[in-house]
């Protein structure tokens, strides 16, 4: 059984659209001195921006979807290694150098009365996001496992009464043999399904985090008549949708899906960006950024968003890689390169904060 991503996704879009509608009113004023407002070019820069965002995520996904038969890209390559690190500073930074400050000028806004909101409210839910997260992840594998085991049994019950008549049951598992005493190597199978299950539970609860964040930059963008804020934008998000998407692209080709779910991964990933932008400009004329529903919303949102990334980045993917993979652990150099894909990967991620 596989967490069901496509209705997931669904209910998550279909949740943040009504919060776009039910926060439509209630504009504070504090922002409204800025200058460079120019509907017309904002909305020529944003119809610009969508196509473009939708360009780069799509490439940034399917890039390493591509990798597999390039034999010096492939998974278990040292290059693939480096790649991933970079991509996973780059997911790393946006929670941190991106989501998280968002979080924090959403709920610490002037337009929101000082009590409670003087509460770091940011920080806590961030904290509670990413303690979810470990519990999702551990939930999962450990559902997981309890199906595979019993299928394990299932199948080695058949196998007393099946062997004489040289039948298999391998659950489509090419490594699930019987060896010369007439059973299964369970610890190679086991290890494989394991390490197979773990990379699954990562790429879905990943794209889910990158989901919700990608919708409420869109939307963000989307209703915002400030051409200064969004030509500097659109450059940014297509750096981070390509090498953010080249991270998620890296983990949903280790966890081996069909074609079928790989393309709803794909689609939901690319269109959620350009998505929140279009619903953006079709409520730009009642939704309202700094009403104090919608700070406190995206606030919660993208404090949300950032836990999940956080714990992800560090936890699931670098930690991961890191400790628990034999290459690695057995070159001190490729941990060098290794290391120094990720400082490069959060460091260009980081640099991209002071335009967006």
């Not at 279909?14 to 909305?43: F, N």
């Not at 999702?136 to 450990?142: K, P, Q, T």
């Not at 919608?294 to 956080?310: F, H």
Request: charged share 20%; aromatic share 8%; proline share 3%.
């Amino acid at each position: 059984m596989a967490i069901p991503t496509a209705k997931s996704h669904l209910l998550i879009l279909s949740l943040l659209i009504s919060t776009a509608v039910a926060c439509a009113s209630g504009e504070c004023e504090a922002d409204s001195s800025r200058g460079c407002h120019d509907k017309s070019k904002a909305l020529h820069l944003k119809l610009i921006a969508i196509p473009t965002i939708l360009v780069a995520s799509m490439v940034g996904i399917c890039l390493p979807l591509f990798t597999r038969s390039v034999k010096s890209l492939s998974p278990d390559t040292d290059l693939f290694l480096i790649v991933k690190a970079f991509s996973s500073g780059v997911i790393l930074a946006t929670g941190y150098m991106h989501v998280l400050p968002d979080s924090f000028d959403d709920l610490k806004s002037e337009c929101l009365p000082r009590n409670p909101w003087k509460y770091p409210f940011t920080t806590l839910v961030a904290m509670v996001a990413a303690v979810l997260t470990m519990m999702v992840d551990s939930f999962a594998l450990c559902y997981y496992r309890k199906k595979d085991r019993e299928i394990k049994e299932e199948c080695r019950r058949k196998r007393k009464t099946n062997v004489e008549l040289g039948q298999n049951c391998s659950n489509g598992n090419d490594n699930d043999k019987l060896n010369d005493s007439g059973t299964v190597d369970d610890q190679e199978v086991e290890d494989k399904a394991a390490t197979l299950l773990r990379h699954r539970v990562v790429a879905q609860v990943l794209e889910l985090g990158i989901v919700v964040h990608s919708v409420v930059i869109g939307l963000s963008m989307g209703a915002s008549d400030n051409p200064c804020t969004i030509r500097p934008l659109v450059a940014a998000l297509c750096f981070h949708q390509l090498f953010e998407g080249m991270g998620l692209g890296g983990c949903i080709l280790q966890a081996e899906y069909g074609a079928k779910m790989k393309a709803i991964m794909v689609f939901f990933f690319s269109a959620t960006t350009p998505f929140g932008i279009a619903l953006g400009i079709g409520l730009s004329n009642i939704y309202s950024e700094n009403s104090p529903a919608a700070l406190i919303v995206v606030g919660v949102l993208n404090a949300t968003s950032a836990g999940l990334l956080n714990y992800m980045a560090l936890v699931d993917l670098l930690a991961h890689e890191f400790f628990g993979n034999r290459k690695l652990l057995e070159s001190m150099e490729l941990q060098m390169w290794a290391y120094l894909a990720v400082f490069s990967g959060a460091g260009g991620m980081s640099l991209m904060a002071k335009w967006a």
